[in-house]
Structure formats: structure tokens, C-alpha cells
């Protein structure tokens, strides 16, 4: 079966400014309810099959400036996964660009914070990674196959630091 064609508002110059202001409530209700709200991802594929959330801290590459955006995940053993999908578009995510440029960060999983590693797989473990990921949220196949880039695949590992 093929995956749907990219709806043609998906490329809206509005929707960049809608995801940035939902994103930071839902940061803010994910944080003061402990994951109890805003913990579970509910639209396209996880209306049907909720995809548990995690906050994801990372530092901007150029400011300096620390960001937390909510992002879909799995676990993967001890590790966690996360995809850098940013919905099909073309060009990676800030987040993404920022784990590449300085890879350990901080998670929160519902009221636990963590102290991680990021990784991006490839090969082998991206292949496996990915089937998980598209039976965690079927709508990763659809984001695929919408853009020309590979989706990067990564992994959260456990770091020994101390959380902030």
C-alpha cells in the first residue's frame, strides 16, 4: 500500500509558528502534571494507538541557549529512540542539528529527568530502529516517504553525569 501524497497545507508558512506555540504549552502542561498530561501523542497514527512523549533538552548550536521540544519515543532496552521526522519536511529539525553539535542533554520521562547521550544509527541498527519505530507510529512511513532525506534515527543512551 502506498503512503498517502504530502497534503498540500503542510507547506502553510503559519504551521512552523503553530508547532513552536503548541510545543511550548505543551512543555509547560508535560512539566507541571509530570507527564500526566501531555505524555501520550494523540493525532494522525496515535489517535488510534497513543505514542508515549518525552521533553527533550538541547542546547542551541549557535546561541548557546538551552530549548526543550516534546518528541515521540521508544524504548529500545536501557536506551531510548527518538526520530528526527519534523513531519516529513526537508530540512532536519534545530533539535536534531543541535544533538549533532553537542550530543549529551538531558530527558524527561514522564516526572523523571535524565541524563543522556545522542546518537544517530545507521545501517543495521537504523533498519531495525526504524521497523520499531513505524510499529510505534505508523506516520513515520508517510514522513519518509514526503521528503528526499533519510529520516535520522537516534538513540538516547544513560550518561553518567549528574542531571541539573
Not at 7 to 20: A, N, Q
Not at 118 to 140: H, I, M, P, Q
Request: with cysteine; net charge positive.
Amino acid at each position: 500500500m502506498n503512503p498517502p501524497p504530502r497534503p498540500k497545507g503542510l507547506d502553510s508558512p503559519l504551521l512552523p509558528t503553530i508547532f513552536r506555540y503548541a510545543s511550548r504549552a505543551q512543555v509547560w502542561v508535560y512539566r507541571r502534571t509530570r507527564g500526566r498530561v501531555g505524555g501520550k501523542w494523540r493525532i494522525g497514527a496515535g489517535f488510534r494507538k497513543p505514542v508515549p512523549t518525552l521533553l527533550l533538552e538541547h542546547r542551541g548550536r549557535k546561541s548557546g541557549r538551552v530549548f526543550t521540544v516534546p518528541l515521540l519515543y521508544f524504548a529500545d532496552g536501557d536506551d531510548l529512540a527518538v526520530v528526527a521526522s519534523q513531519g516529513g519536511l526537508a530540512a532536519h529539525p534545530q533539535w536534531y542539528l543541535n544533538l549533532c553539535a553537542s550530543p549529551e542533554t538531558v530527558v524527561h520521562v514522564r516526572g523523571e529527568r535524565r541524563a543522556v547521550r545522542a546518537r544517530v544509527v545507521s545501517g543495521d541498527e537504523r533498519a531495525r530502529l526504524w521497523k520499531a519505530a513505524v510499529g510505534v507510529y505508523a506516520d513515520f512511513d508517510s514522513y519518509q516517504s514526503w521528503t528526499e532525506r533519510e529520516i535520522p534515527v537516534l538513540v538516547l543512551s544513560p550518561c553518567a553525569r549528574k542531571v541539573p
